[in-house]
């Protein structure tokens, strides 16, 4: 009747790995002071929306100037860059940095825009670390109706 019980087992083999993981994290952060990067550490936050004219894109940009933000598009996608700068080291002046959360370093985020776009009519603008492209968008030729016509058999 007990048979198809399976028995408790306090071996986790997940838990395991995470606990391992966890100290080989560790290791690497204390002699060097540094967090690996998590997915997305540095690349910017998207809005994407369009209306009846334009493409809008919001990205975030906190901290960056307009020299820093190299904005292209090419065919379909647009690729936003630029570089956060390491400021951690300019402002050593004998503190002791415990907790560093800011990344920094080069990042690039494309997207595929939803419609072909006017890139040399482009826009963008910098506002409060929200950095707001619009691109207009191309016209699109219009939709021609084919008539499709059948070939009669011939009975015979």
Do not use: C
């Amino acid at each position: 009747m007990a048979k198809n019980l399976v028995p408790y087992r306090d071996y986790d083999p997940f838990r395991e790995m995470d606990r391992m993981l966890g100290q080989m994290q560790s290791l690497i952060e204390r002699p060097f002071g540094w967090t690996p990067p998590r997915t997305g550490w540095n690349m910017p936050a998207i809005n994407l929306s369009e209306d009846e004219l334009d493409l809008v894109v919001e990205a975030q940009v906190p901290g960056l100037s307009e020299d820093q933000i190299d904005v292209r598009v090419e065919g379909d996608r647009l690729t936003i860059s630029g570089e956060y700068e390491d400021k951690h080291e300019e402002q050593a002046d004998n503190r002791t940095w415990h907790v560093i959360e800011q990344s920094y370093g080069r990042f690039e985020r494309s997207i595929r825009l939803p419609a072909e776009v006017k890139a040399d009519k482009a826009d963008a603008s910098l506002d409060n670390g929200v950095l707001t492209i619009r691109l207009p968008k191309a016209e699109v030729s219009q939709a021609k109706k084919i008539a499709v016509k059948a070939k009669k058999l011939l009975k015979g």
